[in-house]
C-alpha cells in the first residue's frame, strides 16, 4: 500500500525547458510535503518543501504546487540544467506530531544538453 | 563541516551475523532517522529519534535495533542478519520536526 507514489520513473527534457515531476498521496494525514534530489553514491539532499495550508512555493528555479482536493504535489524546474539530471523523491510528513516521513519510489529526471 | 557522517559506506555479512551501522551528525540536532532504499521502493523508514533517550519505530522496523544515548549517535543495530536485509542504509538528522533532513551518504550492504 503505497501511501506516496511517483508514477513516472523515469523523465527526459532539454536542457532549457521546464521538467515537471508528479506526486500523488493517499493520504489525508498529511501536513508537510518535501521534494529531495539524489546523485548516484550520495544521499538525498533536500531541495524545496511546502506545507499542506499552503498550495505554491517557490525557490530559484524551483516551483512546488500543491493540489489538496486532487491529493497531488508537483515540482516544477524552469529552466532545467544538465546538472539537474538526478532522481527525485517526494516525501510527505504525518501529521499529529510525529516525525515520520512516507517517500516516494522516485522519479529519475535527466535533462539532455 | 561533516554534517552526517555514516560508516562503513560498504558491508558483506553472512547470514545470522550480527552488526551495527553507525551514524553521526555534529550539527546538534535532536531528531534522528534510520531509512532503508530497495529498488522500486523509494526510502522506507525504520527507527526514528527525537532526542537523546526516545526512540520509536517507523514503517519496517522488524529485525533491527536502535539506541539514542548521545545527541550525536544513532547506531543501527543488526541482530541476525537476512537476506531480505540486503539495502543501502541512510540515516538522517534535522534540528527540529519542522525543518528537512540531511542524511547521509548511505551504507551499501550486502548479506549472502
Known amino acids: 500500500d503505497q501511501q506516496v507514489k511517483q508514477n513516472s520513473p523515469s523523465l527526459s527534457v532539454q536542457e532549457g525547458r521546464i521538467s515537471i515531476l508528479n506526486c500523488d498521496y493517499t493520504n489525508s494525514m498529511f501536513d508537510y510535503f518535501l521534494w529531495y534530489k539524489k546523485y548516484p553514491a550520495e544521499g538525498p539532499t533536500f531541495l524545496i518543501s511546502?506545507?499542506?495550508?499552503?498550495d505554491k512555493n517557490e525557490d530559484g528555479r524551483f516551483t512546488v504546487f500543491l493540489n489538496k482536493s486532487a491529493k497531488h504535489l508537483s515540482l516544477h524546474i524552469v529552466p532545467s540544467q544538465p546538472g539537474d539530471s538526478a532522481v527525485y523523491f517526494c516525501?510527505?510528513?504525518?501529521?499529529?506530531?510525529?516525525?515520520?516521513?512516507?517517500f516516494g519510489t522516485g522519479t529519475r529526471l535527466k535533462v539532455l544538453a | 563541516n561533516a554534517g552526517v557522517t555514516q560508516t562503513p559506506k560498504f558491508q558483506v555479512l553472512k547470514t545470522g551475523q550480527s552488526m551495527t551501522l553507525q551514524c553521526a551528525q555534529d550539527?546538534?540536532?535532536?531528531?534522528m532517522s534510520w531509512y532503508r532504499q530497495d529498488p522500486g521502493m523509494g526510502l522506507r523508514l525504520i527507527h526514528y529519534s527525537v532526542g537523546a533517550g526516545i526512540t520509536d519505530q517507523g514503517e519496517v522496523p522488524n529485525g533491527y535495533n536502535v539506541s539514542r544515548s548521545t545527541t550525536e549517535d544513532f547506531p543501527l543495530r543488526l541482530l541476525s542478519a537476512a537476506p531480505s536485509q540486503t539495502s543501502v542504509y541512510f540515516c538522517?538528522?534535522?534540528?527540529?520536526?519542522?525543518?528537512?533532513?540531511?542524511f547521509g551518504d548511505g551504507t551499501r550492504l550486502s548479506i549472502l
Open positions: 516525501a510527505a510528513r504525518f501529521t499529529s506530531g510525529t516525525y515520520k516521513y512516507i
Open positions: 550539527m546538534n540536532h535532536e531528531y
Open positions: 511546502i506545507s499542506s495550508i499552503k
Open positions: 538522517a538528522s534535522s534540528n527540529s520536526r519542522n525543518q528537512p533532513q540531511h
